[in-house]
Structure formats: structure tokens, C-alpha cells
């Protein structure tokens, strides 16, 4: 099946620094990728959708200069988390919509700490 | 707004039975629903999706169910199995949105 990769899968920083998350289909296109956030013992919320070529998509509440989101090409998507704060700290969850059709596939998520 | 709802929270049976997951949705206007699958600390996995012109899905012991007028799907697991322990969550995908609102999840303990 589909495989959708996320690197780091962990990743622990200092307070006020930058990381950056990947999401990469390593075996189809997608065209739209959406970027996901849970707390412990929490469902899933959705921060934002990622179009390649173009802005991203935020949720209410989402704050889009803090979540920098860039989808350069049919099989990459970045997630930078600027100026890191502690409350950031949570799971990391992307997935990717092959491209022309309406199926779904998630990566294995990114465990960030901000200390 | 759509919410979604899944009840129970915790469910703790022994090995062998059967048993049944709710989900829940306020909105009946959506494109599919998905039920997933979620070990500690790890990603998703899709387990049965069912499009809104559907009735009910089936994959080996699990089957699904989903009744878009009442706001209802089901997920009912039969001969449950101690690697069957997970959070499932089920997902909505909102028709001509094309994202998903998951609901809390539910938590599934089968002891051996």
C-alpha cells in the first residue's frame, strides 16, 4: 500500500528555537497534504490543509506565522514550528490525499518536546 | 459545525467477544466515513471507509456500518483478539471539504 513517511519521528528542542517536520509519499502523488495535532488522550485536530504551489489553509485558531507550512513539490510538505514554546509540545500527524482521488493515507506522526 | 462523537471512551472485555463501537456525527452531510485504527504513540491506520451511498463495509472480523440519516456509524469486532487493543477513532469527511473531523476515539483493552 501507500506509504507516507514524517522525519524526525522525534524530536526534543529548547524553548524559542525552530523545528522543522517533514511529510513525504514515497510512493504516489499528493497534490493536498493536511497537517494534524494531538494532545495526549485527544483526538486529532486538523491545523491545516497544504496545497502544492500555493498558501496553505489554517484552521480557526491556528496560528499561520507561528505553523509555517510549504508544499513545494507533489510529494514533499514541511511543517516549521517558529519560536517553539512548551505548549507546542505534542504529536505531529500528517497525511496525504493521492492525487485525483479522495483516499487518505497517514504518516507514523512526530513526538515534539519543546524543554 | 460537525462534531463528532464516539462512545464509549474505555471499553475492557475479555478475549473472544464481540463488541461494538459507536460513532456519531451532527452534520449528515458528508462524503465518507472512515474507521482507524491507533497504536500508543504511533500513526493511523485506515481500517474500513464507507461512502455515504453505503450501507456497511466488511474487512475479516471488523464490519461497519453507517447510517447517514440518523448520524450513526458502528464498528462491530468479532472474536476479539488481545493484538485488537488500540484507540479507534472514526473520521467524517466533510462533503465538498475534503477534510476529516475525527471524533475522541475509543479506547480498547481486550484481556487475554
Known amino acids: 500500500g501507500a506509504v507516507v513517511s514524517q522525519h524526525p519521528s522525534w524530536v526534543i528542542c529548547k524553548s524559542g528555537t525552530s523545528v522543522k517536520i517533514e511529510c513525504r509519499s514515497l510512493d504516489f502523488q499528493a497534490t493536498t497534504m493536511f497537517w494534524y495535532r494531538q494532545f495526549p488522550k485527544q483526538s486529532l485536530m486538523l491545523m491545516a490543509t497544504s496545497n502544492e504551489g500555493s498558501k496553505a489553509t489554517y484552521e480557526q485558531g491556528v496560528e499561520k506565522d507561528k505553523f509555517l507550512i510549504n508544499h513545494a513539490s507533489l510529494t514533499l510538505s514541511t511543517l516549521t514550528v517558529t519560536s517553539a514554546h512548551p505548549e507546542d509540545s505534542s504529536f505531529y500527524i500528517c497525511?496525504?490525499?493521492?492525487?485525483?482521488?479522495?483516499?487518505?493515507?497517514f504518516g507514523p506522526g512526530t513526538r515534539l518536546t519543546v524543554l | 459545525k460537525q462534531e463528532v462523537t464516539q462512545i464509549p471512551a474505555a471499553l475492557s472485555v475479555p478475549e473472544g467477544e464481540n463488541l461494538v463501537l459507536n460513532c456519531s456525527f451532527t452534520?449528515?452531510?458528508?462524503?465518507?466515513l472512515q474507521w482507524f485504527r491507533q497504536d500508543p504513540g504511533k500513526g493511523l491506520t485506515s481500517l474500513l471507509l464507507i461512502q455515504s451511498s453505503q450501507r456497511e463495509q466488511t474487512s475479516g472480523r471488523l464490519n461497519a456500518s453507517l447510517d447517514k440519516s440518523s448520524g450513526r456509524s458502528t464498528l462491530y469486532i468479532a472474536a476479539s483478539q488481545p493484538g485488537d487493543s488500540a484507540t479507534y477513532l472514526c473520521?467524517?469527511?466533510?462533503?465538498?471539504?475534503?477534510?476529516?473531523?475525527f471524533g475522541q476515539g475509543t479506547r480498547l483493552t481486550i484481556n487475554p
Open positions: 452534520d449528515s452531510a458528508i462524503y465518507n
Open positions: 497525511s496525504a490525499r493521492v492525487a485525483g482521488t479522495d483516499t487518505q493515507y
Open positions: 473520521a467524517v469527511n466533510l462533503q465538498g471539504a475534503q477534510k476529516l473531523v
